[in-house]
């Protein structure tokens, strides 16, 4: 594709509902990466998938979060119980390869995810 | 810990001016890299510019450049010529070398007056 693209652009949901968070990265790119920015904030690091595996979770905030990605390229985020506090922008990027800074990551336009 | 620290949370330039965007960062790293991204509202971030830490010359890109002080770990940006489409907010952002996670500032939302 020409770029990162994810969907929906927005989500409004209630405490309490599960929602999913889709993100289809640029053909080709094996790394794909989960930001979560909150309002006022710089994006702080959720999830790196390397093909189809997280390579590293660290900065999921806790068990209510998940992502995956089945066959290596679409990748969907999906949150149980959903809080006030997960009110933010979610940013999905990709990369041609494994990380690194030389591996320039592509963002997408996030989904702003509004719980009510 | 890495901390990247961004004091100008609001800046306006008239257009074709020069305006410089502070960024100071914290880290016991010695290899190392610097970024600038641009977020407009679209809300695409943008890659603006790179620095790695171990050269000393410092890194342009058009009418992007920095000032990078390696020694009193500042990192700022340099905008020649404004354009109002450089109107957006931007992020000053680190990264060890070896890994891919970026710690970001908190923003400097920039506006380009005609």
């Known amino acids: 594709g020409a770029g990162v693209s994810q969907t929906p652009s927005n989500k409004v949901t209630e405490k309490g509902k599960y929602v999913e968070l889709r993100c289809d990265p640029i053909s080709g790119h094996t790394a794909l990466y989960w930001y979560r920015q909150s309002l006022g904030q710089g994006p702080e690091f959720l999830i790196y998938f390397q093909g189809t595996g997280a390579a590293d979770d660290s900065g999921l905030p806790n068990d209510r979060f998940f992502a995956v990605r089945p066959e290596g390229s679409v990748s969907t985020l999906k949150i149980q119980r959903t809080e006030r506090g997960d009110s933010a922008v979610y940013l999905c990027?990709?990369?041609?390869?494994?990380?690194?800074?030389?591996?320039?990551?592509?963002f997408g336009p996030g989904t702003r995810l509004t719980v009510l | 810990a890495q901390t990247v620290t961004q004091s100008q949370p609001e800046m306006s330039v008239q257009e074709a001016e020069t305006v410089t965007l502070s960024c100071t960062y914290d880290?016991?790293?010695?290899?190392?890299?610097l970024f600038w991204y641009k977020q407009p509202p679209s809300r695409q971030m943008i890659l603006v510019i790179r620095q790695e830490a171990y050269k000393q010359q410092n890194a342009t890109e058009n009418r992007f450049s920095v000032n990078f002080q390696k020694a009193a770990k500042s990192f700022s940006l340099k905008i020649s010529d404004s354009q109002l489409g450089d109107t957006a907010m931007y992020f000053c952002a680190f990264m060890t070398t070896g890994t891919y996670k970026y710690i970001f500032g908190t923003g400097t939302r920039l506006k380009v007056l005609a």
């Open positions: 990027a990709s990369s041609l390869g494994g990380g690194g800074p030389y591996n320039e990551q592509f």
């Open positions: 880290t016991s790293e010695s290899n190392y890299y």
